[in-house]
């Protein structure tokens, strides 16, 4: 029983990490209607800045992590600009295959840049809290807790301004049409921006977090830039609640599974394929994911 | 007209074959495979890289003529190592050494093989690397049984009863699990009690292993050793994630951090407080004996590089020379001529003097240096040098 | 006040519009009508900027406004409602009513615009469903809280977009009423519909399209009369 607890405490940090991800290329599928695909390598951008932040200025961790989100929101308005804007000013035919070449293909300069500027090392980013804190049996390092607790921080205030603000029901109008928000005066360019800038910001917020517990590397992205992508497939290509719920699911299912499912000695080995079945399972089950409306394209 | 154009012909072929023909005799190639980025341990790569660069232009000349040095960047990926050692073959390259991954390594073997390339790995210790008696293949690593059966002889020497292992999905990883299932599952120790040796494997992306260790945390008796059969981050990690899990190391439980990675400063960046006490190995440590050739290297690379420099680059180093001395003595840059000096070859290098062995009992000797020397060591203080860590076996190298 | 001039609208190879010129004065109350396919749609969203002429010019108030974003005609005063409604189904009729206030440069406070927004959904007679999830609504319903989706930017022209089809007999009689009492207010309305009697009825002018060009402009009885829509519309 202890030992089952601990297991899920620790499903149930790992998922809030997931979520803080899955939640940026969520956000952004809905709004852009395009996946991402550098989304993993803006959550190591946002590791890296942060790095630099805390260690060559000497600012306090926490709060590289808010400035690495703000850079991270700069960078994505960037790239939504130079290089997304064209899909929705109608100056792109293919649109989906645009969408999928450009995003993938900034996905690995980074990946280049990142080992150019910064070097194939690995490097860890400076402790929130060091040391353990043991309650009973449970001994979780103290890293973890805050991130859990900073995760669910920005998660209730995303969904407090999505659901409470002005530029929250500006981001679900053009989610939900995207004619009808401009024809009643809405700029989606800048609803594009802004949700671009925000969902990127969230996987550099997760990213800066992620330095101290799981150590940052120019390749650092790659996995959770695929496994968002599963969560959000799972919850529901768009839907936020989704893609919290996914991301949950994902971390308890990667956690208890490698542990009860199939032989425990290999559980590990096949510890990234459990997001995959688990999605296979839901799709057939339910095409549209958890929480999915119907399939959504670029008009 | 066609007269013309033969003779144009003509002239034009004369040109190319004198053109490479030239070139080919102006120079001779030695080639170097290393991970120089990831997903390859890139921080070895690099020391192997410089390493060879240092032998090289100490060289000079073999054969009266100037050497060329190309090193390929096979990214710790077997497709590159392919790829890259069929551009060396393709180069002209005489001969290549290097390597730092077992998986790679087992793919750049085949290209040796079928291109007739003389290979010397410098420093991946898979077994089947040299079990598999290709004529063009060399080792100066040690082989993963010559090395691990003596951890599991320290093992029992320390009467552990339980040992627990996280091991990399990589030939390099399974095979010293290998090595430890036979030499030391359900085998006596010292105080005739049996050792029970449990393994999880892992893929070398994985970065929360806490579901595993609390696993092992959760066993009793506790683990009395926590193998961590990784490299590069994942070798972190798990020494990072068993200390906050309050796992290891303590008084009831040690860690054992297995790769390379934890011979570098980036050990201590990312583990911290939890690498005093762990163990690891190295092929070169200055209780070995600090002979004058280990010192001119050292003082040479910390000169050239701010680091200490790991048993890789040493490795890299003794495998140019090696490979330039048989190169000479074979008087050409023929391959057959090459593979041949390299059988009777007796350098005398920083780690030792080199020599390949014709046995082919037990499989893994063939072409391997048997003198190749690996330590257990352990760090006493943060932020230790390896080379001031603490000897741990074998006993009689102790002070 | 709104001058429509030698639009052409292609589709890849179609001409959806071809050369349709027409103007709209102050205070009018215009209706579009011809045969599926005409135009009708291409043409008011030619004019709301959603889609981007081949050729041509439209005019608002002086001012060229063909090519700008469907956003910054909305904000100068040309509101539109869909031939297939296009509410927000996933948020509530007043989040709905709240988008609009968003676009404009904030005339007042949020609390302002809520009451504005209170008061246009009393008068389409629609307040008590303000916390109903937009999806739930009846597809009259629906109509009605488009139409008073673009009152929050109180635009000088509104182009309703087939207002009458698929609504309760009862629902349209309501509309009927409230389009009379926005145009009383000064209101200028460019009205497509399939509901002959209602758009004659309603209209002080017509235009029939057919086949993307203008092949009837006038008031109402005259256009009754006329051979050429017969034969095209009427005459089927
Ligand atoms: N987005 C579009 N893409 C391609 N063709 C279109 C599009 N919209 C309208 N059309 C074509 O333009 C013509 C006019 O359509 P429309 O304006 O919708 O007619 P109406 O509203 O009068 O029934 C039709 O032939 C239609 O197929
Ligand atoms: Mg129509």
Redesign the pocket.
């Known amino acids: 029983m202890d030992f089952f607890v601990a297991q899920a405490l620790n499903g149930l940090i790992i998922g809030l990490l997931y979520a803080l991800i899955a939640i940026g290329l969520s956000l952004i599928f809905s709004v852009l209607k395009l996946v991402n695909f550098a989304h993993g390598e803006c959550c190591m951008m946002g590791a890296f800045v942060s790095y630099y932040f805390s260690t060559l200025f000497g600012i306090n961790p926490l709060i590289a992590v808010f400035l690495s989100m703000v850079v991270v929101f700069l960078l994505g308005v960037a790239m939504q600009y130079f290089f997304l804007r064209p899909l929705y000013t109608g100056a792109v035919e293919r649109k989906d295959e645009y969408a999928i070449l450009i995003t993938f293909g900034l996905g690995i300069f980074f990946q280049n840049l990142a080992m150019s500027l910064f070097g194939p090392w690995t490097k860890k980013s400076q402790d929130f809290l060091s040391g353990v804190t043991s309650i009973g049996f449970l001994t979780v390092d103290n890293n973890r807790l805050v991130v859990s607790f900073v995760a669910i921080a920005i998660v209730l205030a995303l969904l407090l301004i999505i659901n409470k603000t002005f530029v929250g029901k500006a981001l679900r109008a053009v989610s939900q049409d995207r004619d009808a928000a401009a024809i009643v005066g809405i700029n989606s360019h800048r609803i594009n921006m802004l949700a671009f800038g925000v969902g990127v910001a969230l996987a550099g917020g997760a990213g800066a977090l992620i330095g101290p517990i799981f150590l940052i590397s120019p390749m650092m992205g790659i996995l959770p830039g695929i496994k968002s992508f599963v969560i959000i497939v799972l919850g529901g290509m768009g839907s936020i609640k989704g893609a919290i719920i996914g991301s949950l699911l994902l971390g308890e299912i990667e956690s208890l599974g490698s542990i009860y499912l199939l032989d425990p000695t290999r559980g590990l080995a096949y510890k990234n394929a459990f997001g995959v079945l688990l999605l296979a399972i839901v799709l057939l089950v339910k095409p549209t994911g958890l929480f999915g409306e119907r399939h959504v394209r670029m008009e | 007209m066609k007269t013309f154009l033969t003779f144009m012909g003509v002239i034009g072929l004369v040109v190319c074959i004198g053109g490479s023909l030239g070139w080919s005799q102006d120079q001779v190639i030695l080639g170097g495979v290393a991970p120089l980025s990831a997903p390859g341990a890139a921080e070895s790569g690099a020391e192997m890289k410089i390493a060879m660069e240092m032998a090289v232009s100490e060289i000079g000349q073999i054969l009266g003529k100037p050497i060329k040095l190309q090193v390929e960047d096979t990214r710790g990926l077997p497709e590159e190592g392919t790829a890259a050692m069929n551009r060396l073959a393709d180069a002209g390259a005489a001969g290549v050494v290097g390597e730092f991954h077992s998986a790679v390594a087992n793919a750049e073997i085949e290209v040796a093989n079928q291109r007739k390339l003389p290979l010397i790995i410098a420093e991946a210790w898979a077994d089947v690397i040299t079990a598999k008696h290709y004529p063009y293949v060399f080792r100066i690593a040690p082989a993963n049984s010559l090395f691990y059966t003596k951890v599991s002889d320290w093992v029992k020497a320390i009467g552990a009863q339980n040992v627990v292992a996280i091991v990399e999905n990589t030939d390099w990883g399974l095979g010293i699990d290998t090595v430890f299932k036979e030499t030391l599952h359900d085998q006596k120790n010292i105080d005739g009690d049996p050792v029970q040796y449990t393994s999880i494997v892992a893929e070398r992306t994985v970065t929360d292993f806490t579901p595993q260790l609390l696993r092992y945390k959760s066993m009793s008796p506790r683990p009395d050793l926590v193998m961590d059969i990784f490299t590069g981050t994942g070798e972190y990690l798990i020494v990072k994630q068993t200390g906050e899990l309050g796992l290891a190391p303590n008084r009831e439980t040690l860690v054992f951090a297995v790769g390379t990675s934890a011979l570098y400063p980036e050990y201590w960046e990312t583990v911290g407080k939890y690498g005093v006490f762990s163990i690891t190995k190295t092929g070169y440590h200055p209780l070995l004996g600090v002979t004058p050739a280990i010192k001119k290297f050292n003082a040479e690379f910390e000169a050239k590089t701010g680091k200490t420099p790991t048993f890789a680059a040493m490795e890299a180093y003794d495998s140019i020379h090696v490979l330039a001395q048989a190169i000479e003595q074979a008087g050409s840059t023929a391959s057959d001529a090459i593979v041949a000096a390299l059988e009777k070859i007796k350098y005398d290098g920083v780690l030792g003097t080199i020599y390949f062995s014709a046995d082919k009992k037990p499989d893994y000797m063939y072409h391997q240096w048997p003198g190749a020397k690996a330590v257990i060591i352990q760090y006493t203080a943060e932020g230790q040098k390896y080379t001031d860590a603490e000897l741990l076996w074998p006993a009689a190298l102790m002070p | 006040m709104l001058e429509v001039a030698e639009l052409v609208k292609d589709?890849?190879g179609?001409r959806?519009i071809n050369k349709l010129s027409f103007t709209v004065g102050e205070n009018e109350l215009l209706g579009i009508i011809?045969?599926?396919?005409?135009?009708?749609?291409?043409?008011i969203?030619l004019i709301s900027g959603l889609?981007k002429p081949t050729n041509g010019r439209i005019t608002f108030r002086g001012k060229r406004i063909d090519g700008l974003p469907s956003y910054e005609i909305a904000r100068r005063g040309i509101g539109r409602t869909f031939?297939v409604t296009q509410v927000f189904h996933r948020m509530s009729v007043l989040e709905n009513m709240m988008v609009p206030a968003l676009a404009v440069p904030h005339k007042g406070e949020e609390k302002d615009q809520k009451k504005k927004a209170l008061r246009i959904l009393g008068f389409l007679k629609i307040d008590h469903l303000r916390n109903e999830f937009a999806r739930n609504l009846s597809g009259g319903q629906q109509k009605l809280l488009e139409l008073g989706r673009i009152l929050m930017l109180d635009p000088d022209v509104i182009m309703l977009d087939e207002p009458f089809s698929g609504v309760h007999p009862k629902l349209k009689m309501n509309i009927h009423e409230y389009i009379k009492e926005m145009h009383a207010e000064g209101r200028t309305f460019i009205i497509?519909s399939h509901d002959l009697q209602s758009i004659f009825n309603l209209s002080q002018r017509l235009i029939v399209?057919n086949e993307?060009t203008k092949i009837c402009d006038g008031v109402p009885q005259d256009v009754k009369d006329d051979d050429r829509v017969v034969e095209a519309y009427l005459g089927d």
């Open positions: 589709f890849g179609v959806a011809g045969p599926n396919g005409s135009g009708k749609t291409t043409t969203n889609f031939q497509i399209l993307g």
